[in-house]
């Protein structure tokens, strides 16, 4: 499996709206899709992963428009379709006319499209950040895991969602390894100050699980925070296949599917749980 990993930045005070910055994202999967399986954006792109103050105004209908997608990623739905992969968009703050249990209308939601630009897999993310402020403070909190079998060309591997600080919740992942995970795909907003602990966490998930990580970071700034970019892949064994810098590009990573297999027969640690 191929996969490209885009590393968004944008400079903080850029005079670029949600739907330029859509359409531009929109041109990179367009370019960058061809000759991959899977394409991967990171989390909250469109509305700033801390822009919190924006993300009312920025915040997407899910349940209206084309094939039922939010205005900000109907370039991009356009742009995958006839380039032969499946493509993570990452995240937007979804609104729903219905308040979830606390009350609110916000949510933190990833879509996965289809080859043809449709809809295959969605996640409302679980661990909210902020410690009572930003994203518990105004967004609603996913009641579900996701684990599911992506569709062809990248299929192959069962595929867990989660989404930045999830990460650091382990036992979101052995709740999904439970459930048949391969590959944990990633989308975040993580920034400079903690990149190293993000570096750590994405290796600690894939050897503690043996899986696949694919992880795709933010560049740039959102609301005078600088992001840590290093998008990586890391493979069963904890080693990095791949890793971005810290600016926008794009990391193209190929990867063997057969190693999850192969790791877990090689070295059986996971038959020996106990608890």
């Not at 400079?11 to 399986?37: I, Q």
């Not at 709740?175 to 907003?189: H, K, R």
């Not at 050897?207 to 005078?224: K, R, S």
């Not at 990391?251 to 106990?274: G, Q, Y």
Request: net charge negative; charged share 25%; aromatic share 6%.
């Amino acid at each position: 499996m191929k996969v490209a990993i885009i590393q968004l930045g944008y400079a903080e005070g850029a005079d670029e709206s949600v739907e330029e910055r859509s359409e531009r994202v929109a041109g990179l999967v367009a370019r960058h899709a061809p000759g991959h399986d899977l394409v991967v954006l990171p989390e909250l792109w469109s509305a700033g992963g801390f822009a919190s103050t924006e993300w009312e105004g920025r915040s997407q209908d899910l349940s209206g428009g084309e094939v039922d997608l939010p205005p900000a990623l109907v370039p991009v739905a356009r742009a995958a379709r006839g380039r032969g992969a499946v493509v993570h968009t990452g995240s937007v703050v979804e609104r729903t006319d219905q308040p979830g249990p606390e009350g609110r209308h916000l949510w933190n939601t990833s879509v996965v499209l289809d080859p043809d630009g449709r809809v295959c897999a969605s996640y409302r993310k679980v661990h909210r950040f902020g410690f009572g402020g930003g994203e518990p403070k105004l967004m609603e909190a996913g009641p579900d895991l996701v684990v599911t079998d992506l569709p062809a060309p990248a299929d192959g591997l069962r595929t867990g969602l989660s989404t930045c600080y999830d990460l650091r919740f382990p036992e979101l992942y052995r709740a999904q390894l439970d459930l048949g995970a391969e590959l944990f795909l990633i989308p975040a907003a993580w920034p400079m100050a903690r990149v190293e602990h993000w570096r750590l966490l994405l290796r600690a998930r894939a050897l503690e699980d043996q899986c696949f990580v694919i992880a795709c970071n933010t560049a740039g700034t959102h609301a005078g925070v600088e992001m840590g970019g290093r998008s990586a892949v890391v493979d069963p064994w904890g080693t990095v296949l791949g890793e971005a810098g810290t600016g926008e590009e794009v990391l193209s990573v190929e990867i063997d599917t057969t190693e999850v297999a192969r790791a877990r027969e090689k070295f059986p640690v996971l038959a020996d749980r106990r608890l």
